[in-house]
C-alpha cells in the first residue's frame, strides 16, 4: 500500500480534502497477507449471524438496534406551557443531507392536535375576489411542487449567544433538519381565490391550541412558499403539521405555520401573539426588529463534536452541515486553530438552494490542543460571521437568528467541547 | 373566480399541464362569502382538537393514525424458504421521490442477519497489492458521497408478463424506492488495496445466511459504485444492509450487495449461485442472457391506479414516477386512450440522474371508460417500449427487467383495473 506525504492545507493538522478520495493516505484498512485471509478470507472468523437464517421481510421497517441512540432530545412536559416545547435532531449522528421524518427537529406551541383530514378545512379568505374553502382531498388534486429544504427554528443556537456551557451538537444547534418537501406552489391557490390589487400580506393561521398565527409578505408568498401536504414522500407526520402546513423556504421555521387552516390576504401584518410576544429581534437599545425572516449564512461541524472523545491520536473526518435561507451553499472552510488559518472543505453532498449541504475535511489530531471552526459562504457571497460580530451587532436581549461560528474545543485528552474563543 | 376553457392536450380528457399551476381552472376550493365565512372565519365550526392542547414533543416520531394504510406488503414466511422473499413499497400513497426507510423495498434471500457493527468486517482481497481489512470505525472515517438515486429488484413487475390479473400500484410494482444514499466511493477503497492490472470484475459477498454473491465488471465499482452506509440520513437499517451495502446506482438491486462482508478482484465473473439459479434471462431459444445490470427506462401512473375508485366525474390528477438506470429522465407523456395519442406531463421534481422523477398531468374523466398509461424517455434518448414489444424480443421464461407500459383501465362505474391493451 503506498503512502504519501501529508499535504498540509491549513495548521494543526488539516489535510488536503481530495487526499483520501483515492490517494492511499488515510491507511484506514489493516493490511493482511492474502495466506492469513486465505484466498477466500475463508481463515476470518464466520459470525454467528451468517450461520442461520434471520426474519424476513416486514410491513414497517425499523432501525438497527446499535443505532438507537438516534433519538431526538424532548424537553421535559411543562404543566404551565402544556404541549409547549420542542426536541432536537441528533445532527452528531446523521450523515448527508436528508433527516428521517422520525428524527426531524420539532417545536409545539400547544401540543400536537389529533386532526381527521376528512374534517380539516384550508379557508383561503380577507383580500381576494372570492374566499375559497378547500378540502385535503381537495388539495391533493393539484400540481405540486417536490424540492429539498432545510428547516430551521429562528430560536436555534440561541443559547450560544447566552453563553451556554457544554452542550452537543444536538442540544446546542438540533432545531434544524432537512427534508424533501411536497407541496401546491401557494401561488396557485391565491390565484385561485384572486389576490385583490391592495393586499400585501397574508395572514397564516394553525388549527393547534394555540392558534399559531404568523403573517408573511405575499411577495414570499407568491414566490417560493408552499402548501406541504407531504415530507420525504409521506403524508406530513402530526408533529410536522398533518394534514398540512405552510412552507416558506429559508425562513424561520415557525412561519412555516403548521395544521394551517386559514389564510387570510391583508394589507398590513397582523401582529399575531406569536410574533409580538415572540420572534422579534430586541437589540441593545431595546427597540425590536420585526419580520426578520430569512435563516442566515451558517455551518456547523456536527463530528467531532461537544461531549465526543477521539480515542487516540491520527487521522479523523472532520464533517457537518452548511445551510443559508438566502441561496446556496458556495463555500465551507474549516481551521483547526481557532480561526488562524482556514482551508477549504469537500462538498460531498449536491449544493441545492435553501438546503442542507454536507462537508467533510480529514484532519490529523497530534494530541495538542485544537480548536475545530466551520465558516460557510453561500451563493449571495453572505460569509457567516463570528460570535463576537454578531454579539456587536444584536446584543443578548434577543437571541434568535444565531448563525455564528460554532468553536468546538479538543483537549489534550481527546475530549471535545463546547468553547468561546 | 374566473373559469378558463379547458385546453385538451389529448384524447379523452388529458389537460394541459399547466392549467392548474395558477389559471384559476382547478376550483377545486369551494366558493363561500365572506358574509359566511365573517371576517376571520368565524363562523366556521371550531373542531376539537382546536380547543386543547396535544401532546407535545417526542424523542422518536411516527406518522398519523389517520396514515396508517402506509404499510408494504410483505409475503407471508416460507418454511421452505426461511427469511426469503420481499416487502412492496405502498406507491400508490406516497408523492415526491423520496420514500421513506421505514416504507423502502425489501428483498432477502436469507433473512435480515442481526449483526454488531463493532464485530463486522469489510475484506477487500483477490487480486490486489494489499489486502485490507476494514472495521465499521475505520470506514466512517473516510469522505463519503451523498446522492439520490432510486433502486429497483430486476424482478419488478415481472408478473405482468406473465399475465397477471388485477393488482395494485405496490403489487405489481413496489420493488421500487428512491432514497439518499451516503458512502464511500468504492474507488477510494479499491485504490488503498491497489487493484492489480489483470482484475476485471470484483465479487461481492454479504454476511447474511445466504452469502448472497455478485460479480460486478470493475468498471462500475470504479465509475459510480459506493459502500453505502447511510440511508436519508441515518444509518441503513438492518432491512437494507446495516451496517454496510454496495449501491451500484441504475443497476438491479440484487446487485447491491447488503451486510457487505467481501469484495474480492478476480479475471473473471464468480458465476455466484445467485447470478446463475437467478438473475439471468432466459430467452425463448432457451439462451440466458447473464449480467444484463441496467434497469430500463420506466415509468408507472402510482394514482388513479389498481384497485382505486373514482368517486365521481370530474377532474383528477394523473401522477406518477419515472426513472432509468442509465440516465435522467427527460420526458414522460401520458395518454387517457391507452395509447392512441399523448400529452406531455408536468415534471414536479428534480430530474436527478438514476433517480425517481415525479410526474403529473390533469385529466378530466368523463364517466366514460378510458386506459391511462404513461411512457417515459431518459437522457439517453430510451423510450420506454411496449408490453408487446417486450414479450417479442424477450417472450415470458424469464421475467426480468420488465419495464414496459403500465395500463391502467377505468370502467365507468369508476373501478380502477390492471389491463392489457
Not at 377 to 400: C, E, F, N, V, W
Request: glycine residues 12%; contains cysteine; hydrophobic residues 35%.
Amino acid at each position: 500500500m503506498k503512502k504519501q506525504a501529508l499535504e498540509r492545507v491549513a495548521g494543526n493538522g488539516l489535510i488536503n480534502r481530495r487526499h483520501l478520495l483515492g490517494a492511499g493516505l488515510a491507511g484506514m484498512g489493516m493490511a493482511v497477507s492474502n495466506s492469513v485471509l486465505g484466498a477466500d478470507a475463508g481463515n476470518l472468523e464466520i459470525p454467528g449471524w451468517s450461520k442461520q437464517p434471520g426474519p424476513g421481510a416486514s410491513a414497517y421497517g425499523g432501525p438497527s438496534r446499535h443505532a438507537d441512540h438516534l433519538q431526538r432530545m424532548a424537553g421535559a412536559p411543562n404543566p404551565i406551557y402544556p404541549g409547549g416545547g420542542a426536541s432536537r435532531s441528533p445532527l452528531q449522528h446523521l450523515q448527508g443531507t436528508i433527516t428521517p421524518n422520525s428524527l426531524h427537529f420539532e417545536r409545539h406551541h400547544a401540543g400536537i392536535p389529533d386532526i381527521d383530514p376528512a374534517q380539516h378545512k384550508l379557508v383561503i379568505n380577507g383580500l381576494v375576489r372570492q374566499p375559497l374553502v378547500f378540502s385535503y382531498e381537495d388539495l391533493l388534486k393539484y400540481p405540486m411542487v417536490s424540492r429539498v429544504y432545510f428547516l430551521e427554528c429562528s430560536g436555534n443556537s440561541g443559547a450560544l449567544l447566552r453563553g451556554a456551557q457544554g452542550g452537543t451538537a444536538q442540544s446546542l444547534h438540533g432545531l434544524v433538519s432537512g427534508a424533501e418537501w411536497t407541496g401546491i406552489p401557494l401561488s396557485t391557490l391565491l390565484d385561485e381565490a384572486g389576490v385583490l390589487p391592495e393586499a400585501r400580506w397574508i395572514a397564516a393561521v394553525g388549527a393547534d391550541a394555540a392558534s399559531m398565527g404568523r403573517s408573511v409578505p405575499l411577495g414570499k408568498a407568491l414566490d417560493d412558499t408552499m402548501l406541504a401536504l407531504f415530507q420525504n414522500g409521506e403524508p406530513v407526520r402530526p408533529g410536522q403539521g398533518y394534514p398540512m402546513r405552510l412552507f416558506n423556504p429559508g425562513w424561520e421555521g415557525n412561519t412555516s405555520v403548521k395544521w394551517l387552516t386559514q389564510i387570510k390576504l391583508t394589507r398590513e401584518p397582523v401582529h399575531f401573539r406569536d410574533e409580538t410576544s415572540k420572534y422579534t429581534d430586541t437589540l441593545p437599545d431595546r427597540r425590536s426588529l420585526q419580520f426578520t425572516f430569512p435563516m442566515g449564512t451558517k455551518s456547523l461541524i456536527t463530528s467531532p463534536s461537544g461531549q465526543m472523545s477521539l480515542p487516540g491520536q491520527g487521522i479523523y473526518k472532520v464533517t457537518g452541515i452548511a445551510w443559508s435561507g438566502s441561496g446556496s451553499i458556495r463555500r465551507v472552510e474549516v481551521s483547526a486553530d481557532g480561526g488562524r488559518s482556514w482551508a477549504d472543505a469537500l462538498i460531498e453532498s449536491n449544493q441545492f438552494e435553501k438546503a442542507l449541504t454536507r462537508f467533510s475535511i480529514p484532519w490529523e489530531w497530534t494530541g495538542a490542543g485544537a480548536v475545530l471552526q466551520s465558516r460557510a459562504t453561500d451563493s449571495a457571497g453572505d460569509i457567516q460571521p463570528t460570535r463576537d460580530s454578531i454579539l456587536a451587532d444584536k446584543g443578548t436581549i434577543s437571541t434568535y437568528h444565531n448563525h455564528c461560528i460554532q468553536s468546538w474545543n479538543v483537549d489534550g485528552a481527546g475530549e471535545v467541547s463546547n468553547v468561546y474563543v
